[in-house]
């Protein structure tokens, strides 16, 4: 059984992965709209992914008898100027997950919950993954600049990578 406050801070974490997700899918639908499809795919996989690491809490919290709740959310930006300040923005968000998550299991050692400190083990490894793919990211933008025939092989690269990234879920 989950202590109303390990219950509260899953519910709030719930929430920060629903927004993680919807903060990708504008992502995606930026980058669609600007005709480049393969960062378009990447977002979606990774809005998926985001939409993963929410129900798996919500069942979670539910199975230790406790009631996920489904809240209401914040809307993502609409437009993120340019690639490179796109994927800041993605690596800045996971540093921000991650330090959630950090939080979370203090709170669980604190109130002495091992089960969920296990638990949020795959979270911590996932955190990891994905700021050293953000970092990766971002070292390519920079290299690449503003020339737009890096930006378009980097969007063909980019389509390779998430259909590696999607085989590993
Ligand atoms: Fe589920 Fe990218 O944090």
Redesign the pocket.
């Known amino acids: 059984m989950l202590s109303k406050v390990i219950e509260t801070a899953l519910n709030e974490q719930i929430t920060?992965?629903f927004e993680?997700s919807q903060v990708y899918l504008a992502m995606a639908s930026w980058a669609e709209v600007q005709g480049f499809e393969g960062v378009a795919s990447f977002m979606y996989a990774?809005s998926d992914?985001?939409r993963q690491?929410?129900l798996k809490l919500l069942k979670y919290v539910n199975e230790r008898g406790g009631h996920a709740k489904v809240s209401k959310l914040n809307a993502p930006p609409v437009s993120f100027g340019s690639f490179k300040e796109m994927f800041q923005n993605l690596f800045d968000?996971?540093v921000m997950?991650?330090g959630k998550?950090n939080n979370l299991v203090d709170i669980t050692l604190k109130e002495k919950d091992y089960a969920t400190h296990n638990f949020l083990q795959w979270?911590v490894s996932?955190?990891i993954e994905?700021e050293a793919l953000a970092r990766n990211i971002l070292d390519k933008l920079k290299l690449i600049g503003g020339d737009k025939g890096g930006l378009y092989q980097f969007d063909n690269n980019i389509k390779m990578l998430t259909v590696e990234t999607t085989d590993n879920l």
């Open positions: 920060i992965e993680s990774h992914e985001e690491h929410m968000h996971e997950v991650s998550i979270y996932e955190q994905e």
